[in-house]
C-alpha cells in the first residue's frame, strides 16, 4: 500500500478492479478520483430497461460473475500461478469483507464436484487436471453418497462426488456496492468515458485531459485497443428457489457442459455459465437457457419449480494466453486479463501491485 504523501491517482474503470483499488488508496490516504462510463454505481443487468433503453450488457464483468473462489477448481483451465494469487486471495477477502463491516459477504465452506453415473470417465479427466502434479495445494476428496446426502440435501440423481476443501464464495454485487459506499472519500465520475490512458494522465470522451500523480487503467474489455484484450460472452441465470437448500457452488463435471449451481441467498441461486469466444453482447441465448438450466435440474430436482428471475450476460476481460497482466511504468499502473478468475484473483493482484507502486514511488523520491 502507498503511504507517505497523499498522491493524485485517475482510475479508468469503476467495476471490480477499479473499486478494490479506489476502496484501498483512499483508505490509504490518496486522493482518488474515478471514471466510469456506467450512469452510477448500481448494477444495470443485461435486458434491464433504463431511462426508457435496453440495457446490453455493457456494465462491469464483476456484477454478472457468479463470485466462486475457486482456486482448486479452476486448475481445469487455467494455471498453477492462477490456483497460487487465488489461495493468497481468499483470507485477503475475507479481511477486507470485515473491513468493509459485512464479514457474511464472503463463504468458505468448500465446494462440491458432482457427476452422473454415465460421466464418470469425464469426470475423471478433469480431477486428474485439478491434481496439480503434487504441489503443496489442497486437493479434491472423493465422498460417498451418504456423505453427499449429509453435506448437501438437496443435491440428488448424481453417482460421484468431491468436496474441494477451503474453497469459497463471494456476493458480487453487494461487495461492488459496499467497495463504493465505504469509500466515501472518493470523487466518482459516472457516465464519463477514458479514450486513452497515458503516464499521470487519463484522456476523457469529453476531450479533456485530466492529471494526476498516478493514472491506473482499469477498464477490462473497455481497454480496447490500447490493450490486446477480448471479451469472452458468459450467460447466467438467477432463480427464484424459495429454500432450495443448497449449502456451497455445486459443480456438475459432464463431457459438454460446465455448469454449476450458487447459492446466493436461502432463497437465490445462480446458474451459470456458458463460454463462448464472442463479443456478441445480445441477451441470454434459448441454447443456453436450456442447457444450463436442465443440468442445474438434472442435479437439483427441487429447482424444477423455481421462477427464472433474471438472465444475465457479460463479457470476461482476456489477454492472448488466458492469464492476468500487471504492468507498471512511472506515473502508470495497468492491470487485465482477469478472465474468468477475477473475483478469485483481485485481491492478491491489487496487493502485489500496490507493493511495486510503493517501491516505485520510493525509487522515484530517490532519484
Ligand atoms: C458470466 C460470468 C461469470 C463469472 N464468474 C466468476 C466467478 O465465479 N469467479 C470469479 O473469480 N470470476 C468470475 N467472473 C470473472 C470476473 O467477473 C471478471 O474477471 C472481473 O469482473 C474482471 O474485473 P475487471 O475490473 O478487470 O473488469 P470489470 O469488472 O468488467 O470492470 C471494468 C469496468 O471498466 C469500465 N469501463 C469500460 N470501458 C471504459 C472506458 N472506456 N472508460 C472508463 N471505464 C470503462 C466498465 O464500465 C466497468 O465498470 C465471471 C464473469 C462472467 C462474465
Not at 10 to 27: D, E, V
Not at 251 to 260: E, K
Not at 309 to 329: F, G, K, Q, S, Y
Amino acid at each position: 500500500m502507498p503511504t507517505g504523501p497523499s498522491l493524485s491517482i485517475g482510475i479508468a474503470g469503476a467495476g471490480l478492479l477499479g473499486r478494490l483499488l479506489a476502496w484501498q488508496l483512499s483508505r490509504a490516504g490518496h486522493r482518488v478520483s474515478v471514471f466510469d462510463p456506467a450512469a452510477d454505481e448500481q448494477p444495470q443487468f443485461n435486458g434491464q430497461q433504463v431511462q426508457g433503453q435496453q440495457v446490453q450488457g455493457q456494465q462491469a464483468a464483476g456484477f454478472t460473475a457468479a463470485g466462486m473462489l475457486s482456486p482448486l477448481a479452476e486448475l481445469d483451465n487455467s494455471s498453477i500461478g492462477v490456483a497460487r494469487l487465488g489461495w493468497r486471495s481468499i483470507p485477503l477477502w475475507q479481511a477486507h469483507a470485515v473491513a468493509l463491516e459485512q464479514p457474511d459477504l464472503v463463504q468458505v465452506r468448500g465446494s462440491c464436484l458432482v457427476a452422473h453415473r454415465s460421466d464418470l470417465g469425464a469426470a475423471q479427466r478433469v480431477l486428474a487436471r485439478l491434481s496439480n502434479g503434487g504441489l503443496d495445494l489442497p486437493q479434491a476428496q472423493a465422498l460417498t453418497m451418504a456423505d453427499l446426502a449429509e453435506l448437501e440435501p438437496a443435491v440428488h440423481g448424481v453417482a460421484h462426488a468431491w468436496m474441494l476443501p477451503g474453497e469459497g464464495q463471494i456476493n458480487p454485487v453487494a461487495t461492488l456496492l459496499a467497495l463504493h459506499a465505504k469509500a466515501q472519500q472518493v470523487q466518482w465520475h459516472w457516465g464519463q468515458r477514458v479514450t486513452a490512458v497515458r503516464p499521470n494522465e487519463l484522456q476523457l470522451a469529453s476531450g479533456e485531459n485530466a492529471r494526476f500523480d498516478w493514472a491506473i487503467d482499469v477498464r477490462g474489455v473497455g481497454a480496447k485497443p490500447e490493450w490486446p484484450v477480448r471479451g469472452v460472452r458468459g450467460e447466467v441465470a438467477w432463480l427464484q428457489a424459495p429454500n432450495h437448500g443448497l449449502i456451497r457452488p455445486l459443480r456438475l463435471l459432464h463431457p459438454r457442459h460446465r455448469v454449476y449451481v450458487v447459492p446466493r441467498t436461502a432463497d437465490i441461486v445462480l446458474v451459470g455459465a456458458s463460454e463462448i469466444e464472442s463479443e456478441d453482447r445480445s441477451p441470454v441465448s434459448l441454447r443456453s437457457v436450456v442447457e444450463l438450466l436442465s443440468a442445474a435440474h438434472s442435479v437439483m430436482p427441487g429447482l424444477a419449480e423455481s421462477r427464472v428471475l433474471r438472465l444475465d450476460t457479460n463479457l470476461r476481460p482476456a489477454l492472448p494466453d488466458n492469464e492476468p497482466l500487471t504492468e507498471m511504468a512511472p506515473g502508470l499502473l495497468r492491470i487485465n486479463g482477469l478472465f474468468r478468475h477475477g473475483w478469485l484473483l483481485a485481491p492478491a493482484i491489487v496487493e502485489d501491485a500496490l507493493t511495486q507502486l510503493t517501491e516505485m514511488i520510493g525509487d522515484t523520491e530517490h532519484v
